[in-house]
């Protein structure tokens, strides 16, 4: 027996690319959320970070399910990219990217917060006494002081977008090629009684996430010596 089929293919290259997809979408707006949610003294501070958390605690089905409804004809979602001319987003593959950015936000932005808080204030103070720029500052000063945390928040952010299934089932069903992603495709196998194929595809998981957890734990912290540079 071959190790994959022509199917099984189609969904670890869908899922890679979702991954990938969801990751960089992830970084962009989870940077300046978290550095925003380090430095604000807004009251609104303790209601966005629990907005942020939420996915932690919600099961995935209702995630979805209250993506579906936005993302309908007559929701918010729906309502606003029909105007755009884009049509309803629910079972295509930018709608399983919106879903996936929004159960994979928390596991982006808190490695990132806890990356910025760690740094202090006393880089920035340096950094404005030397008449540095706010972008002059975050690429040359928090970025490599925080690398670790933004390293960590992208392997979080992809890998458990590659094991989502909850919401990508919810959001975009089964269609070979456009949505089925590899844990759907496990779940196809098993419901044809194919445990050979499904073995094969789970074994595949397994490995990447130890390879991805071992990755993670050999991320070092800032060192003292690099933030006494500053």
């Keep these: 027996m071959e190790l994959f089929s022509a199917d099984d293919l189609q969904a670890i290259l869908l899922t890679l690319k979702l991954a990938t997809v969801v990751t960089c979408v992830l970084i962009i707006i989870g940077t300046p959320l978290a550095w925003w949610l380090v430095n604000t003294q807004s009251r609104w501070k303790s209601f966005v970070s ?3 958390a939420l996915p932690l605690v919600l099961p995935p089905s209702v995630i ?3 993506l579906l409804l936005a993302m309908a004809p007559d929701g918010p979602i729906g309502r606003f990219t029909t105007h755009l001319g884009l049509g309803t987003l629910a079972f295509t593959f930018p709608g399983l990217v919106l879903a996936s950015v929004v159960y994979s936000l928390p596991f982006v932005v808190q490695p990132i917060h806890n990356a910025i808080d760690a740094l202090g204030k006393r880089p920035l103070e340096v950094a404005a006494t030397l008449r540095a720029g706010p972008w002059d500052t975050f690429f040359n000063v928090v970025l490599p002081l925080a690398a670790p945390g ?3 928040a992208a392997v979080l952010g992809f890998a458990h977008t590659v094991g989502e299934f909850g919401v990508v089932l919810m959001i975009g069903g089964n269609i070979p090629g456009v949505t089925r ?3 759907v495709q496990i ?3 098993v419901e044809a009684l194919d445990y050979g194929r499904a073995h094969m595809l789970s074994l595949t998981m397994i490995i990447f996430s130890l390879l991805v957890l071992a990755a993670l734990y050999s991320i070092g912290k800032p060192s003292a010596h690099k ?3 500053y």
Excluded: P, Q
Aim: hydrophobic share 50%; proline share 0%; aromatic share 22%.
């Design 187 to 189: 779940y196809d196998h």
């Design 227 to 229: 933030l006494n540079r």
């Design 181 to 183: 992603v590899v844990s």
């Design 50 to 52: 629990a907005l942020v």
């Design 64 to 66: 979805g399910f209250y």
């Design 150 to 152: 933004f390293i960590t």
